[in-house]
Nanobody, 123 residues
Framework: QVQLVESGGGLVQAGGSLRLSCAAS????????MGWFRQAPGKGREFVAT???????YYANSVKDRFTISRDNAKNSVALQMNSLKPEDTAVYSC?????????????????WGQGTQVTVSS
């Protein structure tokens, strides 16, 4: 069992930055692949970024070069640094943990989910 709790969401103007954090507990964190997903109003959940156990990263094209995912295995946490935010980045952002894969970009790859944190970018 893995418990995930996100923090760091809020309201920011376009062009600004936010840093999301996800605290994990319950299992050996270093054995999990971690990911961030988002769901905008009226839309389905979409992949944002993932980081492997070894620290390899992969991003959705829409956030590449603006967002950075990182992990701290000593603190059982994963972060998403979001820069140059756009109104279209407005969504509920959720972190997720995968125990079954070495890389994971699909919703079905993930076993545990946090409750999510709201990010709103005003124009």
């Amino acid at each position: 069992q893995v418990q995930l709790v996100e923090s760091g969401g809020g309201l920011v103007q376009a062009g600004g930055s936010l840093r999301l954090s996800c605290a994990a507990s319950g299992r050996t964190f270093s054995n999990t692949v971690m990911g961030w997903f988002r769901q905008a109003p009226g839309k389905g959940r979409e992949f944002v970024a993932t980081i492997s156990r070894g620290g390899s990263t992969y991003y959705a094209n829409s956030v590449k070069d603006r967002f950075t995912i990182s992990r701290d295995n000593a603190k059982n946490s994963v972060a998403l640094q979001m820069n140059s935010l756009k109104p279209e980045d407005t969504a509920v952002y959720s972190c997720a943990a995968s125990l079954r894969f070495t890389t994971a970009t699909k919703i079905t790859d993930y076993d545990y989910w946090g409750q999510g944190t709201q990010v709103t970018v005003s124009s």
